[in-house]
């Protein structure tokens, strides 16, 4: 009889144990705002339910009470990955939204909502905004404990910047991307403030961990932008924000987890000089983790500087916004590897939870801070950003100013090669080329693809005119149709 008793009370240990995660849910919570489409009309919800929960929705209405609240229901998260137990995860598009207007809503599966928590629509054209950026965040002694100190730092910057637009973050979210008590703490602490303004962050190395070599608990986690070139979906994506357009690269590419090729990293490169050059904004601004001038000796960041920093330069990036080595680092505008005041790029580096390097290179640093958490608020009015880095108390330990760099712009056969690259240079069949087009131009294979397939018609007599900058209209142009035939060009 004991040992049965015995028996029955180690059955019930161990299905307690594996149908009870520490973190389940009863109730929706952990509410996260992010953009997958334009910022002045849309808002992107997502969420974590209990497990058993197969139906979510956001109600929305300009009215607090949330009296004859529109409600759009939500799909359940894409990119669902193996080892996630952690509750059912959601996601909704709230669309044809107002600009500029406040808005209510809950989220919730028709027993339960949460309480009514309000966002603001962005402008439909302004130049005149600030937003906040994290440096990596991770966890040193206890995942509850150090996610509770960046919330309180994300609530501290929240409530010196209550006009703050969103949120920045550059990646090393968590400490080890497979650990989902790590992403329940992270979302648990975000949760207050980034129900009120979107989340955007890249991924780290140490959202990592996955055969695959994709950061699959990140791309489960949150929704952002779909602009990604095929197969990289959240590891690279873009948006614009006013005047400024933002654009993120995973440079963990670079560190050979994903056994890319070199045809790959080809396109990688292509589909992010297409992104730039596509873009007039005032401000270009690029996210990424590893930094493209590494503080420390980092092959990763140097391969990732190779590939992308003549781009950056090229198409006009004012600021690069990394982490990854644990120190605040501010460095002097850079061209090519070498100080530049008339033209060069500053990279900052941030670094937001309580794992501190104490040292770093400052050779080309204008200000290195070791050992305080920090955030920074980057501040955009027409022609002027700036930049201030704060610690939790709101202390200003950094400031900077900045003029917008110039893009260079792509020429014709410049732009139409970076497309055709960022699809893996399809070859043609069939079709003329450009007479000013010959065999023998870099762009022969680019331009007959793109003629073969109707994306380009030249400028007449069988002419397309390849040296000249090419002008906004002719690019959206190509990009327009360009979609508009889609994958039956590949
Ligand atoms: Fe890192
Ligand atoms: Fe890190």
Same mark, same amino acid.
């Given at each position: 009889? #004991?040992?049965?008793?015995?028996?029955?009370?180690?059955?019930?240990?161990?299905?307690?144990?594996?149908?009870?995660?520490?973190?389940?849910?009863?109730?929706?919570?952990?509410?996260?705002?992010?953009?997958?489409?334009?910022?002045?009309?849309?808002?992107?919800?997502?969420?974590?339910?209990?497990?058993?929960?197969?139906?979510?929705?956001?109600?929305?209405?300009?009215?607090?009470?949330?009296?004859?609240?529109?409600?759009?229901?939500?799909?359940?998260?894409?990119?669902?990955?193996?080892?996630?137990?952690?509750?059912?995860?959601?996601?909704?598009?709230?669309?044809?939204?107002?600009?500029?207007?406040?808005?209510?809503?809950?989220?919730?599966?028709?027993?339960?909502?949460?309480?009514?928590?309000?966002?603001?629509?962005?402008?439909? /054209?302004?130049?005149?905004?600030?937003?906040?950026?994290?440096?990596?965040?991770?966890?040193?002694?206890?995942?509850?404990?150090?996610?509770?100190?960046?919330?309180?730092?994300?609530?501290?910057?929240?409530?010196?910047?209550?006009?703050?637009?969103?949120?920045?973050?550059?990646?090393?979210?968590?400490?080890?991307?497979?650990?989902?008590?790590?992403?329940?703490?992270?979302?648990?602490?975000?949760?207050?403030?980034?129900?009120?303004?979107?989340? &955007?962050?890249?991924?780290?190395?140490?959202?990592?961990?996955?055969?695959?070599?994709?950061?699959?608990?990140?791309?489960?986690?949150?929704?952002?932008?779909?602009?990604?070139?095929?197969?990289?979906?959240?590891?690279?994506?873009?948006?614009?924000?006013?005047?400024?357009?933002?654009?993120?690269?995973?440079?963990?590419?670079?560190?050979?987890?994903? #056994?890319?090729?070199?045809?790959?990293?080809?396109?990688?490169?292509?589909?992010?000089?297409?992104?730039?050059?596509?873009?007039?904004?005032?401000?270009?601004?690029?996210?990424?983790?590893?930094?493209?001038?590494?503080?420390?000796?980092?092959?990763?960041?140097?391969?990732?500087?190779?590939?992308?920093?003549?781009?950056?330069?090229?198409?006009?990036?004012?600021?690069?916004?990394?982490?990854?080595?644990?120190?605040?680092?501010?460095?002097?505008?850079?061209?090519?590897?070498?100080?530049?005041?008339?033209?060069?790029?500053?990279?900052?580096?941030?670094?937001?939870?309580? #794992?501190?390097?104490?040292?770093?290179?400052?050779?080309?640093?204008?200000?290195?801070?070791?050992?305080?958490?920090?955030? /920074?608020?980057?501040?955009?009015?027409?022609?002027? &950003?700036?930049?201030?880095?704060?610690?939790?108390?709101?202390?200003?330990?950094?400031? &900077?100013?900045?003029?917008?760099?110039?893009?260079?712009?792509?020429?014709?056969?410049?732009?139409?090669?970076?497309?055709?690259?960022?699809?893996?240079?399809?070859?043609?069949?069939?079709?003329?080329?450009?007479?000013?087009?010959?065999?023998?131009?870099?762009?022969?294979?680019?331009?007959?693809?793109?003629?073969?397939?109707?994306?380009?018609?030249?400028?007449?007599?069988?002419?397309?005119?390849?040296?000249?900058?090419?002008?906004?209209?002719?690019?959206?142009?190509?990009?327009?149709?360009?979609?508009?035939?889609?994958?039956?060009? #590949?």
């Amino acid at each position: 009889m #004991k040992k049965k008793l015995l028996a029955a009370v180690i059955v019930l240990v161990l299905v307690v144990t594996f149908t009870a995660p520490a973190f389940a849910l009863d109730a929706p919570s952990r509410v996260m705002l992010s953009w997958t489409a334009e910022p002045a009309t849309t808002m992107t919800v997502t969420w974590v339910d209990a497990d058993a929960v197969t139906a979510g929705a956001v109600r929305y209405s300009t009215d607090k009470s949330l009296t004859d609240a529109a409600e759009v229901k939500a799909t359940a998260a894409p990119n669902k990955s193996v080892i996630d137990n952690d509750g059912a995860r959601f996601t909704a598009t709230l669309s044809g939204l107002t600009p500029a207007t406040t808005y209510w809503y809950s989220v919730g599966n028709g027993d339960a909502w949460t309480a009514a928590q309000s966002f603001t629509t962005a402008e439909a /054209e302004t130049d005149n905004f600030s937003f906040a950026f994290f440096g990596d965040i991770q966890v040193t002694k206890t995942a509850a404990e150090d996610f509770a100190a960046w919330g309180k730092l994300a609530e501290a910057a929240y409530a010196k910047n209550p006009g703050l637009a969103f949120a920045l973050q550059a990646g090393d979210i968590v400490e080890s991307g497979i650990n989902t008590e790590h992403w329940s703490e992270f979302l648990n602490a975000a949760t207050p403030v980034f129900s009120k303004i979107p989340f &955007l962050p890249t991924n780290g190395n140490h959202e990592s961990n996955f055969l695959s070599g994709k950061p699959e608990l990140y791309r489960d986690t949150f929704t952002l932008p779909t602009n990604a070139p095929e197969g990289f979906s959240e590891e690279f994506y873009s948006f614009d924000y006013g005047n400024a357009h933002v654009l993120v690269v995973n440079s963990w590419v670079f560190s050979g987890e994903q #056994k890319l090729t070199d045809a790959q990293l080809d396109a990688l490169d292509a589909w992010v000089a297409l992104d730039l050059a596509s873009s007039n904004a005032t401000w270009k601004i690029v996210l990424t983790h590893v930094p493209l001038y590494p503080v420390h000796s980092d092959t990763t960041g140097v391969k990732a500087r190779e590939h992308w920093v003549s781009i950056f330069e090229k198409y006009g990036v004012d600021l690069m916004l990394v982490g990854h080595q644990h120190v605040y680092s501010r460095l002097q505008p850079m061209t090519g590897g070498a100080p530049d005041y008339e033209d060069g790029i500053v990279q900052i580096m941030g670094n937001s939870g309580l #794992k501190y390097y104490d040292s770093a290179d400052e050779t080309y640093a204008e200000r290195t801070i070791y050992n305080v958490s920090n955030y /920074e608020v980057i501040s955009i009015d027409g022609n002027n &950003l700036t930049v201030q880095a704060f610690d939790i108390d709101g202390t200003e330990l950094d400031y &900077l100013a900045l003029s917008p760099r110039e893009s260079k712009g792509a020429t014709r056969a410049e732009f139409v090669d970076l497309l055709w690259r960022s699809i893996g240079s399809p070859t043609a069949t069939g079709g003329d080329a450009f007479s000013d087009v010959p065999a023998n131009s870099p762009y022969a294979a680019a331009l007959l693809w793109a003629r073969s397939v109707g994306i380009v018609n030249g400028v007449g007599g069988n002419r397309f005119d390849p040296d000249s900058k090419i002008l906004p209209e002719h690019m959206r142009l190509i990009l327009d149709r360009y979609n508009t035939i889609g994958g039956a060009a #590949k």
